[in-house]
């Protein structure tokens, strides 16, 4: 049987829920709480997808091609893992520099390839659900522990309803957005049967993550592994 992880919004939104191990450690790190910020919720925005004018079904077809990624030493890892070229790049960049090849290709949420046009100049679109975007809402610490416990609560109670509604939010957009780019017939869809996606696994899962253990945490490590088994 192939691997699992996460496979949907809810199963995200329960491995990063506030008392979870991957919870606490983004809503107790003490980087941010260092710099004064308490991590009060996390905004899901959609799974990563794809786009090239390459098709790309396994980690081999990403040999050599120019990606433009977000600068994270996570990510910049595992696309160069799959053989990528990785290209930071200001999110404002990437539409003219996909057009002007600059770059072969990108990762976004559907949301993100639609609303930005990407899909008009890339000629396809792979359904990998490799990542998923989250923001994290924060406030300021000092702030937050001058406020009576009361309304401690209510703040905190308030910020995880909004994290839950943002995550549904972000998913009807994502298919509305799905829908567009699909009728649109500018960009073909590849949707990756368990196999392709279990390849992209084992190039990564679990070197990537050994590789950042002391940033990720072992027990976050372990959890993300012991899912692999159910």
């Not at 919870?23 to 799974?47: C, H, K, P, R």
């Not at 050994?210 to 692999?228: H, K, P, T, W």
């Amino acid at each position: 049987m192939p691997n699992r992880l996460l496979e949907d919004v809810d199963e995200v939104q329960e491995f990063t829920a506030r008392d979870s191990r991957t919870g606490q450690a983004i809503y107790e790190d003490e980087t941010l709480s260092s710099s004064n910020m308490q991590v009060m919720g996390l905004w899901g925005n959609g799974f990563y997808q794809f786009t090239s004018n390459t098709a790309i079904r396994t980690p081999d077809d990403l040999e050599g091609q120019r990606i433009r990624i977000t600068p994270a030493d996570v990510i910049r890892s595992y696309i160069e893992k799959w053989g990528a070229e990785t290209t930071p790049m200001a999110f404002a960049e990437v539409f003219t520099s996909l057009q002007q090849g600059v770059v072969d290709g990108q990762y976004n949420p559907y949301s993100n390839i639609e609303s930005q046009q990407f899909y008009t100049v890339q000629d396809y679109l792979t359904v990998s659900n490799h990542g998923y975007l989250i923001y994290p809402l924060v406030i300021n610490m000092e702030f937050f522990e001058s406020l009576p416990e009361d309304l401690q609560q209510v703040v905190t109670e308030s910020a995880d309803e909004a994290s839950t509604y943002v995550g549904e939010i972000a998913e009807e957009d994502n298919q509305e957005a799905r829908r567009v780019i699909e009728e649109s017939g500018e960009t073909e869809f590849i949707e990756l049967s368990e196999e392709e996606r279990q390849a992209f696994k084992d190039e990564v899962v679990p070197s990537v993550w050994n590789e950042f253990s002391d940033d990720i945490g072992q027990d976050v490590i372990d959890e993300l592994l012991a899912r692999q088994e159910q």
